[in-house]
């Protein structure tokens, strides 16, 4: 078992500088595996705010655009007109790099997965917001369509919830934050002290 990890004629400092590497860089490769976690996320969170886009209004009937339209009530998500808004909401996955904890530098392949959700539409953050009186501009209630999913998700039992989450970490699928661990001890077992524990050292990990 020794030769495996690669411990054998290690002194003890060196030991406890091998384990520490290695544990660094199985539970770094979990988190760098999530990707198919974080498409599940983000596809969810999308799917609820696009909801809210798609909630009829309830406010004042309005055909300044040549057909009855029902704009929302203040406080509500606005109400669908165009679709515009409900067709921008998006999201992305990224690895970002990590920076090493005994030099801050950058290190290769170390990092996090960040899924990113979000509109380029512009006048999605006044809708959400509201807008305050200045000049030609009415003041304008907030209609938010983003918040009350923030809040459904912060709240446990709603949305996907802190437990959907975790459950999305640990069994998302294609990949998981526990396959990649484990892949990623598989692959140190296997492989010889030059390619693990030295270089680690070597690049201040």
């Known amino acids: 078992m020794g030769a495996a ?24 490769a979990g988190g760098m595996g999530l990707r198919g976690s974080a498409i599940e996320i983000g596809t969810k969170y999308r799917a609820q705010v696009q909801k809210q886009y798609r909630t009829p209004g309830t406010g004042k009937s309005d055909k300044r655009f040549g057909e009855p339209h029902r704009s ?92 959907g989450i975790y459950h999305a970490i640990r069994y998302g699928k294609p990949d998981n934050f526990i396959a990649a661990e484990r892949r990623a001890a598989k692959a140190l077992m296997l492989a010889t002290p030059a390619t693990t524990f030295a270089r680690d050292v070597a690049a201040g990990r």
């Open 5 to 28: 990890i690669h411990t054998f004629g290690m002194g003890g400092q060196q030991l406890t500088q091998a384990i520490m590497a290695n544990a660094l860089r199985v539970f770094n």
């Open 72 to 163: 929302s009530a203040p406080g509500q998500p606005p109400a669908r007109r165009t679709g515009r808004l409900h067709d921008s909401v998006q999201f992305s996955v990224s690895r970002k790099p990590g920076r090493s904890s005994t030099t801050g530098r950058f290190v290769k392949g170390f990092g996090k997965t960040e899924v990113s959700i979000f509109t380029k539409v512009e006048y999605a953050e006044y809708l959400e917001k509201g807008q305050r009186g200045t000049g030609k501009k009415k003041e304008r209630a907030p209609r938010p369509a983003w918040l009350p999913v923030h809040r459904q998700w912060a709240t446990p039992g709603e949305g996907m919830g802190i437990r």
